[in-house]
């Protein structure tokens, strides 16, 4: 459960420290790249003002409410994907009625970053005079999209991203396949893992990479893992996973034991087949075809030098005449 592991960082207990002593600020701003986190984050601040128990508990009826999005005094924004000006608007007018049910109202607007400079302002006078009973939490990705004055009215905090293991454990309960695959691959954000491991395709896509040193034998197995690559959309992550292959090949090779994947699988035993410096050149090729795909170079290319050089490399070994 998400809950669980978001009432383990620093930014929950020090938020629900200041509810319990009655210091909650009126206005929050929570910086993260994981919008699902983020988001979620919000629902128990939220929890944190509206609680009946003020632990928060997440259990009493104010709080489920809340979870589940049915609090009369907790809305959220946006409706869809981006902040509006009306969405403001509605925000502004509604904070000026009294509570539904206790004595507090709470507003979350997710991706705050995505309000325009408008809505930005017509916030600021709700953020600089808050009604007593009003408290605004945001969550933005993008620090710099924010106006300096809008920060300086908020308490702003900045939600770290999860480890491999707290996301792996994560997936693993919530009985996710290849939840270290992901977790590996999520560069923290857990709803990034999350959208990763729920993707069928990933896990046999996953699968083929890790085999990249068995498979490829000669120019025909070009032909097959280049299918591969373009049956599998998304071509950033899957040099992502390519990287963490050649990397567990690489730690393979110098004994080491810190490998995501098991050692004996014949994919990573065929790390034998390659020199240590080749395996380097190909984590190296890789994270090179990484920034050539932000610069909108065409993927085919990119995929299919890196596994020219694989085959040519085994076939150089094959040859033996260096070794190590
Ligand atoms: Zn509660």
Do not use: W
């Not at 589940?68 to 959220?76: A, N, S, W």
């Not at 999860?162 to 939840?179: C, K, R, V």
């Not at 690489?250 to 994947?261: D, R």
């Amino acid at each position: 459960m998400v809950y669980k592991l978001l009432k383990d960082t620093k930014i929950y207990k020090s938020f629900t420290m200041l509810a319990r002593k009655g210091n909650l600020p009126h206005a929050a701003l929570l910086y993260s790249k994981d919008a699902y986190a983020a988001k979620n984050m919000l629902k128990l601040f939220a929890c944190a003002v509206l609680c009946r128990f003020g632990k928060p508990c997440l259990e009493c009826n104010d709080c489920r409410r809340v979870l589940g999005g049915t609090h009369p005094d907790c809305k959220t924004y946006p409706v869809k994907d981006k902040v509006l000006v009306g969405d403001i608007d509605k925000l502004i007018e509604d904070a000026s009625f009294m509570p539904c049910e206790g004595s507090s109202k709470v507003y979350l607007i997710n991706a705050g970053d995505t309000m325009n400079t408008d809505s930005q302002n017509k916030l600021l006078k709700t953020l600089e005079e808050p009604p007593e009973a009003v408290y605004i939490f945001i969550c933005a990705a993008n620090p710099e999209n924010m106006l300096p004055t809008v920060k300086s009215r908020c308490a702003e905090m900045d939600l770290q991203p999860f480890t491999q293991q707290q996301i792996t454990d994560f997936l693993s309960q919530s009985g996710s396949e290849g939840a270290r695959a992901a977790a590996m691959s999520c560069g923290g954000l857990l709803g990034r893992a999350i959208e990763i491991s729920s993707s069928g395709g990933y896990l046999s896509f996953y699968n083929f990479i890790y085999s990249l040193f068995k498979t490829l034998e000669t120019k025909d197995d070009i032909l097959i893992c280049m299918e591969k690559i373009n049956s599998f959309e998304d071509k950033n992550a899957a040099l992502d996973i390519m990287q963490l292959y050649f990397r567990d090949c690489l730690m393979y090779k110098c004994g080491q034991n810190s490998l995501i994947f098991d050692k004996n699988s014949d994919g990573i035993k065929s790390a034998e087949f390659f020199r240590q410096k080749d395996i380097i050149r190909f984590i190296e090729s890789a994270a090179r075809a990484k920034r050539k795909l932000t610069l909108n170079c065409n993927a085919a290319p990119l995929f299919e030098n890196i596994f020219i050089d694989i085959l040519s490399a085994r076939e150089n070994y094959n040859g033996g005449a260096i070794v190590g």
